[in-house]
């Protein structure tokens, strides 16, 4: 059974620095994995999606890597900014296209 | 191009009534797929249908139900509503054999 798990459940960071963001699964027999940023209260936004043969993608100020061997993913945000404030979720996808969702990574960005 | 769309945006019941929950697909996709997100629980898989059919289903009871219309809406049908199924429910579509889902902004069900 798929687990994901996202590390820090919470991080606070001042404006401007570079982060990243953890996510971590144990079955690393996966069709692709997703990045989603969740507004208070909103439904999701998907920022990233990497398939199982793909090694990382980029998307303006964010990249995100996949390691399937090790069943890690990060997501590397530069320069943040207060708007960047929002969860993080990461999302793995399998073959009967459902996800398995970590619990989210909560993201506060001090101006 | 619109995005995925849900209604109503809140939806409060009292406890035993039925809920329905609808969502419109983006233009083009025919897969929808419905979640709950429960306050501390994260996201949980709900139902999964593609061009008409149920194609799986997450670990809930048989009082949530729904289906797929051919034009690939999409309604959440929750019977006998307890305190425990109010939650933010999110649709999402993606185009056939393809699972990058997007999704809708939710209605938020309130079980009093």
């Known amino acids: 059974k798929q687990e994901v798990t996202q590390i820090p459940a919470a991080l606070s960071v001042p404006e401007g620095e570079n982060l990243v963001l953890n996510c971590s699964f144990t079955?690393?027999?996966?069709?692709?994995l997703q990045w989603f940023r969740q507004d208070p209260g909103k439904g999701l936004t998907s920022l990233l999606l990497?398939?199982?043969s793909q090694r990382e993608q980029t998307s303006g100020r964010l990249n995100a890597s996949l390691d399937k061997s090790s069943g890690r993913s990060t997501l590397y945000i530069a320069a943040s900014q207060p708007g960047d404030s929002a969860t993080y979720l990461c999302?793995?996808?399998?073959?009967?296209?459902?996800?398995?969702w970590g619990a989210g990574t909560k993201l506060i960005i001090k101006p | 191009e619109a995005g995925v769309t849900q209604s109503p945006t809140h939806l409060i019941k009292t406890r035993g009534q039925q809920a329905t929950l609808r969502c419109s697909p983006i233009?083009?996709?025919?897969?929808v797929y419905w979640y709950q997100q429960a306050l501390g629980l994260g996201l949980q898989f709900l139902l999964w249908?593609?061009?008409?059919?149920?194609?799986n289903r997450g670990n809930f009871p048989p009082r949530f139900s729904g289906r797929q219309f051919p034009n690939y809406s999409s309604e959440l049908n929750v019977n006998a509503l307890e305190l425990e199924d109010s939650a933010l429910y999110l649709c999402a579509s993606s185009l056939a054999g393809n699972n990058e889902q997007f999704f809708g902004p939710g209605t938020r069900l309130t079980v009093l």
């Open positions: 079955d690393s027999a996966i069709y692709n």
């Open positions: 249908y593609d061009e008409g059919e149920e194609r």
């Open positions: 999302a793995v996808g399998h073959s009967n296209y459902q996800l398995i």
């Open positions: 233009s083009g996709h025919t897969s």
């Open positions: 990497i398939q199982s």
